[in-house]
């Protein structure tokens, strides 16, 4: 009898493929691989795909599409792959305090059929399912939290912790984001600390993805 392996599935809400959001992804599957899942990386921005467009399908009674969404484009097979998952890893740069316009969509798309609009908003999910996220940004920890991005951020925790179950997030702050900061007008920044941060701080915050990939395979299975 064939054993069917569990799947954690990581959605990179960057536009770029090899760069501090998909290298902390990365990270996060090879720790659940470490545990004998099967892993995949979705990169949003390879998709040609909208938001939710407020059709509500998704609430008709007795509709063709209750509880799932019904519009079709490049996002939809990705939206099927998500709701069959065993553990589902966001990933998003931050941009003006709040995710990637890209993420944002995705989450609009599946999250929104899940959520019942009834008291207490109930989810119909079905089932729990271990749920995180990974957040880069080029802000310290202090300048994040000086400017409130954690309140800004809330809404993932909230959403994802109602419908699925569980959430935990890792912030990465401070991030090394240009291979050459002298081609840039980027003067706020302080590249020789920057890149002190990438030596000395970005390996630690890789082994933190990793943990939280082996945890939620873990999770998952009890």
Do not use: W
């Amino acid at each position: 009898m064939e054993v069917e392996l569990m799947k954690v599935i990581a959605i990179n809400g960057s536009p770029r493929k090899d760069k501090n959001t998909a290298t902390l992804l990365n990270k996060a599957l090879e720790g659940a691989a470490s545990q004998g899942a099967e892993t995949e990386l979705i990169h949003l921005y390879d998709l040609n795909y909208k938001g939710c467009v407020s059709c509500f399908a998704c609430k008709m009674k007795n509709g063709k599409s209750y509880g799932k969404c019904a519009f079709k484009d490049d996002l939809t097979p990705i939206l099927e792959k998500a709701s069959n998952a065993d553990a589902i890893i966001l990933g998003s740069p931050i941009y003006f305090n709040t995710i990637s316009g890209a993420m944002k969509s995705f989450l609009e798309r599946f999250m929104f059929p899940y959520s019942m609009y009834a008291p207490g908003y109930p989810s119909l999910f079905g089932r729990k399912m271990p749920t995180g996220a990974i957040y880069s940004m080029n802000v310290t920890n202090e300048q994040m939290k000086n400017l409130e991005y954690e309140q800004g951020l809330k809404f993932v925790e909230e959403y994802t912790s109602r419908l699925f179950g569980s959430f935990e997030s890792l912030i990465v702050n401070d991030t090394y984001q240009f291979n050459d900061y002298s081609k840039y007008v980027v003067t706020v920044f302080d590249e020789k600390k920057k890149a002190k941060v990438r030596k000395e701080q970005f390996p630690i915050d890789c082994q933190s993805a990793f943990d939280m990939g082996v945890r939620f395979v873990k999770q998952a299975n009890l």
